[in-house]
Antibody, heavy 116, light 108 residues
């Protein structure tokens, strides 16, 4: 079955860049669909960060657009998130997900803390 | 940006009860591209409903979605113990895709 797994540092210093990768198994990301990133600060709700298509075309949340870059690596069946100039407000669980009609498959999430 | 407002914030119910959650959008959602998710503590959200009323794969038929335009509802016909969780609506018809703030369904 389709599975997604996030990976990356759990601790990032303020002003640095948060980098996460989502590895996809059971499905070729080059086949179709959008792939997205969503985050959830501790005790809060969900925030869509952005989504990327297999072609590399991306769509970002305007609230984060100036700091976000997403990319796709079809050879590794992965897609990635970079969030620059992080602050404590970026501390959250970060999820990657597949978007078909809504986000139908999610990774387990990875906690990223921004702290010096 | 479409703002989604969910009500109520918290519902206290007993197993076996019927439950209706509301999601209201600040403007009409294109093609009823509205999804509902269930999230339990420490877990990723799980897709329940997409397209306002279509059940996702493997979702029990006690979950149903309805609505169009700006007003949508999720109904759980008979609450099972495993249904106590937080529920979110999300629109994916207009960018930026947005989530509601969530409704917590707790055991009475």
């Amino acid at each position: 079955q389709v599975q997604l797994q996030e990976s990356g540092p759990g601790l990032v210093k303020p002003s640095e860049t948060l980098s996460l990768t989502c590895s996809v198994s059971g499905y070729f990301i080059s086949s179709a669909y959008y792939w997205g990133w969503i985050r959830q600060p501790p005790g809060e709700g969900l925030e869509w960060i952005g989504s990327i298509y297999r072609s590399g075309s991306a769509n970002y949340n305007p609230s984060l657009k100036s700091r976000v870059t997403m990319s796709v690596d079809t050879s590794k069946n992965q897609f990635s998130l970079n969030l620059s100039s992080v602050t404590a407000a970026d501390t959250a669980v970060y999820y990657c997900a597949r978007k078909v009609h809504g986000f139908d498959i999610w990774g387990q999430g990875t906690m990223v803390t921004v702290s010096s | 940006e479409i703002v989604l407002t969910q009500s109520p914030g918290t519902l206290s119910l007993s197993p076996g009860e019927r439950n209706t959650l509301s999601c209201r959008a600040s403007q009409s959602i294109s093609n009823n591209q509205l999804a509902w998710y269930q999230q339990k503590a420490g877990q990723a959200p799980r897709l329940l409903i997409y397209g306002a009323s279509s059940r996702a794969t493997g979702i029990p038929d006690r979950f149903s979605g309805s609505g169009s335009g700006t007003d949508f509802t999720l109904t759980i016909s008979r609450l099972e113990p495993e249904d106590f969780a937080v529920y979110y609506c999300q629109q994916y018809g207009s960018s930026p895709w947005t989530f509601g703030q969530g409704t917590k369904v707790e055991i009475k």
